[in-house]
């Protein structure tokens, strides 16, 4: 009897109830529409920025595609702000005591939080990421690059454009859900986004000061950001530490340890 109440209770009906009652406090806070706005509009920002600062002439040899998404790499910071806050704002307030009184199923909550990071991060860096590829269209042949000298025009039906594209938008993804994680595991959102910075921005640095390449190389590889930023690469992807698919599932990984430690933590810890 035991098992067949908890799934009527877990399965999906209550699974919308939690996702919808979690859309609902989302909508509510201006702070998320500010932060996915901001995302889409300072990633398109810097990667203009970006096109418009080299000209063949100075740069001859660029990897256009990911010269186009370079904005990505400050994306990700705001990306993971807002998933972050998306708990952590409940643990600063107390207000997660509330919500696991009324919604009681605290694996639940934690789920519908991940379908809703999932959806609104994905929304946001498709948006951000497909802005920045057309812009870069457009301007990278005013710089020079054009067939004449060498560069196609940037056309998403080539396979290696399409997979810098499409994997960047998933790359964000994961680090929101990453993010997500490490919130949970914090609380605290100074201390998760503080811990994001570090990982995102920091471990990168550290890879580059080690001297001996074994482990620089390993750093690399185990590096989320650098890991899963080489799915830009269309040109000397060999310079990268690991096959483009293969960085995305590092990051991939990330994700899922946080979340698996998040969960473990929200079911045995008193909030």
């Known amino acids: 009897m035991k098992s067949a109440t908890w799934a ?3 399965g999906a009906p209550w699974h919308r109830r939690y996702v919808r009652a979690e859309w609902i406090k989302l ?6 529409s500010w932060l996915v706005l901001a995302a889409v509009a300072l990633t398109i920002a810097l990667s203009a920025a970006a096109d418009a600062f080299v000209s063949y002439g100075a740069f001859p040899s ?7 998404l370079v904005g990505v790499q400050l994306g990700q910071a705001l990306v993971a702000a807002l998933a972050v806050l998306t708990i952590s704002s409940e643990y600063d307030t107390g207000l997660i005591r509330a919500t ?14 991940v379908s809703l990071v999932t959806a609104i991060a994905l929304l946001a860096s498709a948006l951000a990421v497909l802005g920045s590829f057309l812009v ?8 020079g690059y054009t067939p004449a000298h060498g560069y196609a025009l940037l056309n998403l039906t080539s396979g290696t454009v399409l997979r810098a594209v499409a994997g960047s938008a998933i790359y964000l993804t994961l680090i929101a859900l990453l993010s997500l994680g490490v919130a949970t595991v914090f609380k605290e959102t100074t201390a998760s986004i503080g811990s994001m910075l570090g990982l995102l921005y920091l471990f990168p640095l550290l890879g580059g000061m080690v001297s001996n390449p074994y482990w620089q190389r390993l750093l ?3 590096d989320p950001a650098s890991a899963g930023l080489a799915v830009q690469a269309t040109v000397g992807p060999q ?3 690991m096959n483009p698919w293969a960085g995305l599932g590092v990051v991939a990984a990330w994700a899922a ?3 698996a430690a998040g969960a473990l933590l929200v079911c045995r810890r008193d909030h």
């Open 8 to 10: 009527t209770e877990s």
């Open 27 to 32: 909508r509510t806070v201006r702070r998320t």
């Open 62 to 68: 660029i990897d256009p595609v990911k010269l186009t």
């Open 100 to 113: 696991f009184t009324a919604m009681p199923h605290r694996l639940a909550v934690l789920r519908a939080k």
């Open 136 to 143: 870069g269209r457009l301007l990278l042949p005013a710089e």
């Open 220 to 222: 690399q590889e185990i």
């Open 239 to 241: 310079a990268f530490p």
């Open 257 to 259: 340890a946080a979340l």
